[in-house]
């Protein structure tokens, strides 16, 4: 049945007219043609990808037919422009009458390039091999096809098109070899033919107008260089040649046609290996301070505030931004590699907060603004331009169709986004934060340094520069060196001026360390060098802390996470996860090598935020726990799911024990936390003291190809968790794990079933296991799992005991373990008697054992005090059930707090927790006295 014409109102020609004479003449000249079309796609329904491939087969004469064989070249040109322009029309008439969606427009737009772009390529690659045959290569001894693809670049590549875009466009083939017709040619003539096919489709200009303008300038060596380079000569060119700017534009890169999956994968390893750095990419400050430079100063000579692309807080300082922060973070989050459009690339960032959210709001509606005026502009006469026309009329009409009363009102608005555009493009990659390297007088530094130091800190300073590791420096290093180096020795007398000699010559010696490890890995150096304020924060923190100093000179990667300041916010939980699930994106499935540097560069950067922020005393020693806690738990559940799903794929699932089959979400296994894990109250150098329940059936079968028993199943799913936890990589573990608490510890299975947890809790277990139990938490893993072990710890926590038997069970635990982890008498520090922080009378573990005191006495009466596993809250509960008053819970909590903080300062500097035994002395008497009045007996 014939559709019926399209017959637009007045309101809606009027709206055209005004929007745009070009799509108003193609009414004109085409209206029934226009008419019908519009009935067919009409203006409140959008078009995708599908509906662009049957209307380019169907305008250029195909119909059903699918043998490209059945139609010429002019066809195909004067079809595809046809198309283009009731296309054309139809977008601008919505846009006027605001019935499509920015974000929408460009997609379709870009979705339609796409359709032309293929079938060009087919229609073209068709007509030449009926002529020379297929070209073929020789790859790893044996023959295959050629391949053509074409990569889109700028605006198509990110599927942001405008109404008048040219294409950029780059041309790559495999490699080179000869056709298999009668009359061969080699492969690359045949690729530069098919380009040129493909150029002249969508290019040239005729009768019909064109379809697209093509521009191939961003190919390597630009005009004048080869029309289509094979992979081995794209990444020759990039490897030796390729430019900052050039990373910059291959950003966006995206390959339009089809193409084999192995030819596909190899050009994005090119392509990611030359825009991306693994990790973050201070070597491109300096160039992209080059191109803003340069932006600036086009901007300054134009003096051209109408152009809305190019003039000051334009499109492309927009672009700038949000591109600037992708080349530089893009290959350390793979998000922002995979968002390469404006907008969803600026809303990742704000997510990372790279960019403040309330400032990524203001850019991405100026985008906005400033898309859809530009759209506007072009749509007037078809032309590509964005420039704001100087007529009165043309502009009142632009106005007019962008919903302003008045030229005035739409100028108000407009200024209002470019100032919103200019001071974050003001402050992008500006020169470096003073001090700046050339303002500082190397000869100056070096005396000041002799004034306030002496000899002794100066032939330090002195042995690193003459060292033999500084001589045997390559060009680059050396240079990076000595850009950074004023820098540092700034900072270096800027703490001595600030701290005094003492400080300096603790912190001079790590620095050193530092420098000889991070000098022939120089981007380090640049790190340095482009955040000088933050280098002079680093000389305080290298002195306060060898923990810290030794993981940095070991691992110097993590200078990114001091230098970014990344210690302002500690993620949490949910925000932690996210972070992990991200850094593993790149990491293959059975790839153990990957996924082990993954979790444990994930566990170095994260944890010495947290270090960072307790040292400069930015959170709460519970809240400094709480994330070191968090970490691990994440760091489980990812272990935890990766080698259920590699389990799975290769023997299948498991069946669980009510006769169903396991899921991801039902999984059947769960990871139990015990002691600092279980309680929350995770230090730096903490194990993760482990139990792995389950309620599979361990008598049947997986549902795989290669069956196992449930029971082999789960004893290989734990061995896993902890080879990924525990295994020595050159990166050291991720963390220590003991799994000595679970039932019959060391004698006992890896992996036990809830009800075999329940029975030996219930009969057989000691009362040490049970106190045990007061700080275990169930962490991550099956749902069901996790409740079925909380009922079983209140269960047995709330069971009514002998209180005289606890009490001596209790006691007598506390004396074996000072016996055999307490300081021995006579140790001494300075002259004085130790007290180890945790084993000694008084100390960490007094304060823990009496909280598990009150809930094995107690939590029959008083289930409250059974829900906690931290120490904090079990003495809140303590005080709100009244069994301890609120002075001594509060005194409580307070010298356990104290005591921890302590050890964790210990830790930092990589020192026992033992001081002298005059410390705290107030403190512990107090605990003590807590002890007598419950227990009755003092732990000697």
């Known amino acids: 049945m014939a ?103 460009m997609q379709e737009l870009s979705d339609f390039a796409d359709a032309c772009i293929q079938f060009s390529k087919d229609f073209v690659y068709n007509k030449l091999t009926k002529r020379y045959g297929t070209p073929q290569i020789k790859q790893k001894n044996k023959t295959i096809a050629d391949e053509f693809a074409i990569i889109a670049m700028g605006k198509l590549g990110a599927g942001e098109l405008n109404l008048s875009s040219d294409i950029d466009l780059v041309f790559v083939h495999i490699a080179n070899g000869e056709t298999d017709g009668t009359k061969s040619i080699d492969t690359h ?382 993620p949490d939980r949910a925000e932690l996860g996210n972070i992990l699930r991200q850094s593993l994106l790149r990491v293959e499935p059975f790839d153990d090598e990957s996924y082990l540097n993954a979790i444990r560069f994930f566990k170095k950067t994260q944890v010495l935020a947290v270090a960072t922020a307790d040292i400069l005393g930015l959170r709460h020693i519970m809240k400094v726990s709480d994330s070191l806690t968090f970490i691990a738990e994440v760091v489980l559940h990812s272990a935890l799911y990766r080698a259920y799903d590699e389990l799975s794929k290769k023997h299948g699932l498991p069946l669980l024990q009510n006769g169903e089959r396991a899921t991801v979400d039902n999984c059947g296994f769960a990871i139990i936390g015990y002691g600092k894990l279980g309680g929350l109250e995770m230090s730096y150098a903490s194990d993760l003291d482990l139990v792995f329940l389950h309620r599979i059936d361990e008598l049947g079968e997986t549902d795989g190809e290669k069956p196992i ?34 039932p019959s510890g060391n004698a006992g299975v890896a992996v036990i079933s809830t009800w075999a947890f329940e029975m030996y809790q219930t009969q057989k277990a000691w009362s040490w296991e049970h106190q045990a139990l007061v700080r275990a938490r169930g962490l991550v893993g099956d749902d069901s799992v996790l409740a079925e072990f909380d009922r079983i710890r209140k269960q047995v926590l709330t069971t009514r005991r002998d209180v005289a038997q606890i009490r001596l069970d209790v006691i007598q635990m506390r004396q074996k373990m000072q016996t055999h982890l307490g300081s021995k008498s006579g140790n001494h520090t300075d002259g004085k008697h130790q007290f180890h922080l945790k084993q000694d009378s008084g100390g960490l573990v007094d304060i823990e054992f009496l909280a598990q005191y009150l809930v094995l006495r107690y939590a029959r009466d008083y289930a409250e005090l059974a829900r906690w596993s931290d120490n904090v809250r079990i003495f809140e509960a303590a005080q709100t059930t009244g069994i301890l008053a609120s002075e001594d819970c509060k005194q409580l909590t307070d010298a356990y707090l104290q005591l921890r903080k302590k050890t964790h300062e210990m830790a930092l500097s990589e020192q026992p927790a033992v001081v002298s035994d005059d410390q705290f002395g107030q403190l512990r008497q107090f605990v003590r006295t807590m002890w007598l009045e419950q227990l009755g007996d003092e732990a000697q």
């Open 3 to 105: 559709l019926s014409a399209f017959v637009p109102n007045q309101r809606q020609l009027d709206g055209l007219k005004l929007a745009s004479p070009f799509a108003w003449q193609i009414y004109q000249k085409q209206t029934t043609v226009a008419q019908r079309f519009l009935a067919e796609y009409d203006l409140s329904l959008p078009l995708v990808r599908s509906d662009f491939d049957a209307l380019v087969r169907r305008f250029v004469g195909l119909g059903t037919t699918y043998y490209l064989n059945s139609i010429d070249e002019p066809m195909v040109m004067a079809g595809l422009r046809q198309l283009r322009q009731l296309l054309m029309l139809k977008w601008i008439w919505q846009d006027a009458l605001s019935l499509i969606e920015l974000d929408r427009l």
């Open 189 to 570: 003539k045949f690729m530069k033919d098919l380009g040129r096919g493909v150029i002249k489709l969508l290019g040239e200009n005729t009768e019909h107008g064109f379809v697209f303008r093509v521009d191939m300038r961003l190919r390597p060596w630009g005009d004048g260089s080869p029309l289509v380079l094979h992979t081995t000569a794209l990444a020759k060119y990039f490897n030796q040649h390729g430019r900052t700017w050039e990373r910059f534009a291959w950003l966006k890169a995206r390959v339009v046609n089809e193409i084999g999956a192995d030819f596909s994968y190899n050009l994005q390893q090119i392509i990611k290996n030359f825009v991306h750095r693994y990790y973050i990419d201070y070597s491109a400050f300096s160039a992209l301070r080059e191109m803003k430079a340069m932006i600036v100063n086009q901007q300054t000579q134009r003096q051209d505030l109408d152009n809305v692309k190019l003039g000051v807080g334009g499109i492309r300082d927009i672009e700038f931004i949000v591109q600037a922060f992708a080349l530089i973070y893009g290959g350390h989050h793979v998000a922002l590699a995979e968002n390469s459009a404006c907008l969803p690339c600026l809303a990742k960032l704000i997510e990372l907060g790279y960019i403040e959210e309330q400032e990524g709001e203001q850019l991405a509606a100026a985008y906005r603004f400033l898309r859809r005026l530009e759209h506007a502009i072009q749509a007037r006469h078809d032309q590509q331009t964005q420039q704001l026309p100087s007529g009165a009329d043309e502009l009142a009409a632009i106005a007019t169709c962008l919903g302003f009363e008045s030229v005035a009102a739409f100028r108000s608005v407009l200024d209002a986004h470019r100032q919103n555009v200019s001071r974050p493009f003001g402050r992008m990659v500006t020169d470096r934060q003073s001090p700046k390297q050339e303002s500082l007088d190397i000869a100056q530094i070096y005396e000041s340094l002799q004034d306030t130091l002496g000899d002794e800190a100066n032939a330090i300073l002195a042995d690193f520069m003459n060292s033999k590791l500084v001589a045997t420096l390559d060009e680059v290093s050396k240079e990076r060196l000595n850009q950074a180096y004023p820098i540092i020795l700034h900072a270096v007398l800027l703490h001595a001026k600030r701290q005094g000699v003492s400080a300096v010559m603790q912190a001079l010696p790590r620095l050193i360390d530092l420098l000889e490890g991070i000098c022939r890995r120089s981007i380090y150096l640049v790190m340095l060098s482009e955040n000088p304020n933050a280098t002079m924060r680093l000389i305080p923190m290298l002195g306060q802390s060898s923990w810290i100093a030794r993981e940095l000179a070991h691992y110097p990667v993590l200078l990114d996470t001091f230098l970014q300041k990344r210690y302002l916010h500690l």
């Open 709 to 742: 028993s449930g029971m082999k199943f789960a004893a290989r799913l734990i061995q896993k968790i902890i080879t990924y936890l525990a295994t020595q990589t050159r990166d050291g573990r991720a963390y220590e794990i003991d799994t000595r608490l679970r």
